[in-house]
């Protein structure tokens, strides 16, 4: 079972970068899929992008794709969350989840870090 760890959130002027980090521990993570996840006040949550650990493939929602990437050292077995061009209506608590997983782009996740807040300033 594994456990993760994010950090990185903070206070951000618009058009500023944060990079956030999930650090994973309690399992081998070769047979991984990791997704970042956020949830803004009053909102759903929202799928911000993934990465199969195995291969490093990525993928990301509309609403970040070009300005959000995903990356993993596999050494530190953490997974990095790079975000440029931020905008306040990026502002939310950002979560790490994974999943042992065939699948490049799974529908549900196994297990959720406690979540990182990012707050962007207009």
């Known amino acids: 079972q594994v456990q993760l760890v994010e950090s990185g959130g903070g206070l951000v002027q618009a058009g500023g970068s944060l990079r956030l980090s999930c650090a994973a521990s309690?399992?081998?993570?070769?047979?991984?899929?990791m997704g970042w996840f956020r949830q803004a006040p009053g909102k759903e949550r929202e799928f911000a992008g993934g990465?199969?650990?195995?291969?490093?493939?990525?993928y990301y929602a509309d609403s970040v794709k070009g300005r959000f990437t995903i990356s993993r050292d596999n050494a530190k077995n953490t997974v990095y969350l790079q975000m440029n061009s931020l905008k306040p209506e990026d502002t939310a608590v950002y979560y790490c989840?994974?999943?042992?997983?065939?699948?490049?782009?799974?529908?549900?996740?196994?297990?959720w870090g406690q979540g990182t807040q990012v707050t962007v300033s207009s």
């Open positions: 990465i199969r650990w195995n291969g490093g493939f990525t």
């Open positions: 989840a994974a999943v042992i997983t065939p699948l490049l782009k799974p529908y549900k996740y196994d297990y």
């Open positions: 309690g399992g081998t993570l070769s047979s991984y899929v």
